[in-house]
């Protein structure tokens, strides 16, 4: 399914500032977040739809535009439940607190990893700009909230 990258320069670097925050902020409750996946290149999002494990067909993951980031809990990585872990309740509290979007508030696909920059109402805007246009947009999304 291609490479996962987990480097945080690949995200914008308004999004990025926020994710190394709520990082923070979970190592400051005891947890031990892991930056799983940042970017996300078209290949490997079309191989995670026709695996089942993603829904944004055609490159549309916010993963492809350097807005999205999956985190996962370092002690027990997605499996937090069976472990009565509450790292990614806290990781949607964060990121909330950040104006950031959490995959674990979404009916259709509960994505309890993945946070990112703009809501999807936000997203549209982002596939269409221009590469070098997408940090000052997430910006402008983030002085209006």
Same mark, same amino acid.
């Not at 290949?43 to 026709?50: E, F």
């Not at 920059?117 to 109402?121: E, K, R, S």
């Given at each position: 399914m291609g490479t996962v990258i987990s480097d945080i320069s690949r995200l914008t670097p308004a999004f990025g500032a926020r994710?190394?925050?709520?990082?923070? @902020?979970? $190592?400051?409750?005891g947890? $031990?977040?892991t930056l799983h996946e940042t970017y996300r290149d078209p290949?490997?999002?079309? @191989?995670?739809?026709?695996a089942g494990k993603s829904k944004a067909r055609g490159g549309l993951s916010m993963h492809c535009y350097g807005c999205a980031a999956d985190v996962i809990c370092?002690?027990?990585q997605w499996d937090c439940a069976r472990h009565h872990c509450k790292f990614f309740e806290s990781l949607g509290d964060q990121a909330e607190d950040m104006s950031l979007t959490w995959g674990g508030r979404w009916a259709t696909l509960h994505d309890l990893p993945h946070i990112q920059?703009?809501?999807?109402?936000w997203q549209e805007k982002i596939r269409t700009a221009k590469p070098e246009e997408i940090d000052a947009l997430v910006q402008r999304f983030f002085a209006g909230r």
């Open positions: 994710v190394l925050a709520v990082l923070g @902020a979970l $190592k400051g409750q947890y $031990k977040p290949a490997r999002a079309a @191989a995670l739809v026709a370092g002690d027990h920059a703009v809501p999807v109402a």
